[in-house]
C-alpha cells in the first residue's frame, strides 16, 4: 500500500518573470515534513528567487502558481507574513546588528513586552534557552561583532528558533565558515530536524549535501530538473553536477600540458603584521616565494590570515603596521606605498568579495575593464575610446564572458561572470604575479573550470599565479605547490605530490610549523 | 507602429532623464502663462542666464562632489567671501580686474585645498568640515565688509562678465547679434557632426542605437531648440558673457568626466571606492582635486555675482549651496553616488533659476519660493530613487 506523503510545503508551477527574464518557469517543488531537503543549482538557476517567492519577498501576485503550505494556499504579501506561518530564511549575509548584544539580536522585531516596555530580564532567560538549543555556549550579554561568523550564524538560527520556525531556509550556510563551523552547523541541522524543524538548505558544496540531504532537488535555468531522494537511490557528486550543468564533467581540474617553471621570481621574507585595529599581530615571520610559471596555493581556515597577508604586500590599504620583513620582485626589494605602486611593478590581486571591493557594479564591462591600466589607452588628455572598446571585447572574448555587450552593466551579470570581468581587468594591467583570492566562491561548475583552464594557460604563457583559496579539492587540484597558514603562520609547504587533504588539514589546524615524516 | 513602439520603450528607459526636461517645458509654460508672456520674453531669457550664471557654476563643481559621496555646504559663503576679495582688491588698493579675477580664484584654490586636506588626510566627514567652511566663511565676509558695507564695484570691464554681451561685427546689420547667429549655426553643425560620428561608431561595434528617424528627429528636435534660443538672443542683444563663461566651464568639466582617466576615476571611487583603489585609483588625490576645484568654482561664481550685482554685499551666497545640490541631484545625480552628468546638472540649474525667476516676476514671496523649490526638489529626488529601484 502507497503511504500518503505528509508535504509540509508544495510550491506548484511557479513562474516568476523580471523585465525580460524569466527567472522560474514553471517550477514545482516539494518538501515532505520533518525533512533536510538541499536545493542546488548553477548561480542563476533561480534557487535564491524561488526562496524569496516562497518567503514573501516577490509577493502574492507578482509571481503565478500556488505556494501549498501545511495544506493550505498561501498567498504571503512579505517577510512578515511567511515569519508569521513559521517560516524563516537566513541569508548568507547575516542580518545581525553587530553593536547590539546576542540576546537583543534574538529578540529583535519580535520583543518580549511588559506592557509598553521590553521586558528585559524575561528576554536574557529565553535568550539563553534559544543559545542552548543550538548548542551556543556564550554569554548573551556578549556584543554580537565580537562572535566570530560562525557563532553568528548560530545566533541567527536561535533568533529563527525563537519565532517558533517550522521551516527552516538556509541560503549557503557554511559558504563562509571553516570545516569545523561546517560541521558544527550541519550537526546542529540534523538535530533540528529530530525537533521536527523542517529545514532547506542551499548550498554549492556538494560534499555536503550527500552527507545531509533527505532529498536533493536540483533546479537550472530555472526550471526544475529533478528530485532525489538519497534513501532510494546512489545519488553521487558526479551525478548531481551532471543535473547541475546537464553535462558530465569527468575532470573538474584540467590538466596542464606543459609545466615550464623558472627561476623564484617573487618572494615574501619574515612578513611580520600588526593590526592597529585588532591590537595584535596578524601575521608572523611569513615566508613564501614563486616561481615563474608556477600556481602556488595557500590554503588556510578562514581567519589563517590569507587574505591579510594579500591585503599587506598589495599596498596596505587596510593600513596595517607591518613590523619586520620585505618583499623581492625579480630579486629587486620593493615596499608597495599603494596598490599603485604594486600594479606598476606588476602585481595583481583579484579580491575573495568581488561585489565589495573588486567592482564597480553600477558601471559597464567596459569601464571595469580598463580601469587598471588607463594609462595605456590615454594619449594625451583624453582616453583614447576606440581603443578601449577593443580592449574590452578583447577580455570578453578571452574570458568567454557571457554578456550582450560590454556596455552591460556589471552588477547585472551572474556571479562567474562577474568573476571573468574581475580577473580580466587584472589580466589587462599586464601583471608577472597574479594573486587569485578564492577564485571561485559562489560561482558555478561551468564558470569554474573555465577559470581553472585560464589559470593554466596563464602559466604556460609565463605568469605565475598564487592562488588562496579554502577549498581543499581545489588548492590540491591546481597547485604546483601549496603553503598552509594558520593564525598567521606558515605552518607547512608541500609539493602537489606530497601533497594529501589529511596532510594539509593537519597544518591548517596545527598553530606552529608542522613538519611532517618522509 | 514599430516607431511608436522604439519611442515608448526609449521614454520608459530613460524616463529620469527626460523628466526634467519635462518639467523644465512644463515650468516654463506656466511661467509664461501666470507672467501674460512676460517669462519667454528676449529680455527674460537673458536675465535668466545671468541668473542662472553663478548657480550653474556651484552645481558643475558640486556634482563632482557628489559622485564621490561627498557634500560641500560652504560654496555660498566662499562665493560671497571671494567676490567680496574682488570687490575689495578692485576699489581699496587698486588691483586690475584680471589680476584680481586671478588673485580670488588662487584664494578659492587654497579654501579647496584646506578643506580637502582635512577629508582627506585627517578622515574628517564632508559634511563636518564643510559646515565648519560655512560658519568661518560667513564670519570672513562680514568681518571683510564691516568697515565699508556694501561696496560699490564701479569696472566696466569686471561688471561687464554678469551684464554684458558679446561683441558683434562692426557690418552687422542692424537689429541683429551676427556673431550670436553664427556661433548658433555652428554649434548644430558640431552637434550633428559628433552626433553622426557617435552613432557610426556605435554601430562598427556593434552596440544598440537608436532607428533612424528617431536619431534625426532628436537632433531636428535639438537643433529646433537650439535655433530658437539663439534667434531670440539675437533678436536682443546677443549672447550675455555669462553664457560663455558657463558654457566653458561646462566643456572643460564635460571632458574631464567622460574623456579622462580623472573622470573615470571620480565614478570609480563614487561607485565603490574600495574596488577603485585596490584597482590603483589615488583616491585620496581625487578627492582632494574634486574639492580643490569646488572651490575654485566658488570663488569664480562668487565673481560673477558680484559683477551682476555690480557691488559686494555681506548677504551675498546666502542659501547658493542649496541652490546649487539640488540643481545637481535635480540634474540626476544619484543620492547614492557614483552617476551623474554635469550637462544634466545645467538643465537642474535652469529648472531652480526658473522657479526663483518666475516667481519673482509673478511677485510670490521669497519664503513661499522656497517652499515650492523644496517641493520640487524633494519629488525630483524621491521619483529618481524609485525609478532607480525599478530598474534594479
Sequence with gaps: MEVMEDYILEMRNITKTFPGVKALSDVNFKVKRGEIHCLVGENGAGKSTLMKVLSGVHSYGTYTGDIVYNGRVQKFRGIADSEYKGIAIIYQELALVPELSIYENVFFGHEIMNGGTINWNETIVRAKEELKKVRLDVDPSLKVKSLGVGKQQLVEIAKALSKNVKLLILDEPTASLNEDDSANLLDLIKELKSQGVTCIMISHKLKEILAIADTITVLRDGSTICSMNTAEEEVTEAKIIKHMVGREIDNIYPKREKKNIGDVCFEIKDWSVVDPVKGREILKNVNINVHKGEIVGIQGLMGAGRTELAMSVFGNTPGYKITSGEVKMDGETVRFKSPKAAIKAGLAYVTEDRKGNGLVLIQDIKFNTSITNLEELTNGLAINENEEIKVANYYKEKMNTKAPSILQKVGNLSGGNQQKVQIAKWLFAKPKVLILDEPTRGIDVGAKYEIYSLMNKLVEEGMSIIMISSELPEVLGMSDRLYVMSEGVITGELSAEEASEEKVMQMAISSNPVTLEK | ?392
Excluded at chain 2, 48 to 69: D, F, H, P, R, W
Excluded at chain 2, 255 to 273: E, H, P, Q, V
Aim: hydrophobic fraction near 55%; proline fraction near 2%.
Design chain 2, 1 to 392: 507602429m514599430n516607431l511608436g513602439k522604439e519611442l515608448g520603450g526609449l521614454v520608459k528607459k530613460n524616463i529620469r532623464d527626460y523628466m526634467m526636461y519635462i518639467a523644465l517645458v512644463i515650468i516654463m509654460i506656466i511661467f509664461q502663462i501666470f507672467t501674460h508672456g512676460g517669462f519667454l520674453q528676449a529680455r527674460n531669457i537673458t536675465n535668466l542666464i545671468n541668473q542662472a550664471g553663478y548657480v550653474a557654476i556651484l552645481a558643475i563643481g558640486m556634482t563632482l562632489i557628489l559622485i564621490l559621496k561627498h557634500i560641500d555646504l560652504s560654496v555660498g559663503y566662499v562665493a560671497g567671501f571671494c567676490g567680496a576679495i574682488a570687490a575689495i582688491l578692485m576699489t581699496q588698493h587698486g588691483v586690475n580686474e584680471w589680476l584680481a579675477i586671478l588673485i580670488v580664484l588662487a584664494v578659492g584654490l587654497a579654501i579647496g585645498m584646506y578643506q580637502g586636506l582635512l577629508v582627506t588626510r585627517l578622515g574628517v566627514p564632508a559634511f563636518v568640515t564643510t559646515l565648519a567652511g560655512m560658519f568661518i566663511f560667513r564670519g570672513l565676509l562680514n568681518i571683510s565688509l564691516q568697515k565699508t558695507g556694501t561696496i560699490i564695484v564701479p569696472n566696466k570691464v569686471f561688471n561687464a562678465l554678469s551684464n554684458g554681451y558679446i561683441f558683434d561685427l562692426p557690418f552687422a546689420p542692424e537689429g541683429i547679434h551676427l556673431v550670436t547667429l553664427v556661433i548658433g549655426v555652428v554649434a548644430v553643425v558640431l552637434l550633428w557632426i559628433s552626433q553622426i560620428k557617435a552613432r557610426i561608431n556605435r554601430k562598427k561595434y556593434d552596440f544598440k542605437v537608436v532607428s533612424l528617424p528617431i536619431f534625426i528627429g532628436g537632433l531636428i528636435l535639438a537643433s529646433a531648440v537650439i535655433m530658437l534660443i539663439i534667434i531670440t538672443l539675437a533678436r536682443y542683444q546677443g549672447i550675455p558673457w555669462t553664457a560663455v563663461i558657463v558654457g566653458v566651464v561646462l566643456i572643460i568639466y564635460n571632458f574631464i568626466l567622460n574623456k579622462t582617466k580623472l573622470g573615470r576615476y571620480i565614478y570609480g571611487i563614487g561607485g565603490n571606492d574600495q574596488a577603485a583603489e585596490l584597482s590603483g585609483v589615488n583616491v585620496k588625490m581625487v578627492t582632494l582635486f574634486a574639492f580643490a576645484s569646488m572651490s575654485v568654482l566658488a570663488a569664480l561664481s562668487g565673481i560673477l555675482y558680484t559683477s551682476r550685482l555690480q557691488s559686494a554685499t555681506p548677504t551675498a551666497g546666502t542659501a547658493f549651496e542649496m541652490d546649487a545640490i539640488a540643481s545637481s541631484y535635480i540634474g540626476g545625480v544619484a543620492v547614492s553616488g557614483g552617476i551623474g552628468r554635469v550637462t544634466n546638472t545645467i538643465i537642474g540649474a535652469l529648472v531652480i533659476v526658473s522657479l526663483t525667476n518666475g516667481m519673482n516676476l509673478m511677485g510670490v514671496d521669497i519664503s513661499y519660493q522656497y517652499v515650492v523649490k523644496g517641493i520640487i526638489f524633494i519629488i525630483a529626488v524621491a521619483f529618481d530613487v524609485i525609478s532607480r529601484k525599478k530598474a534594479k
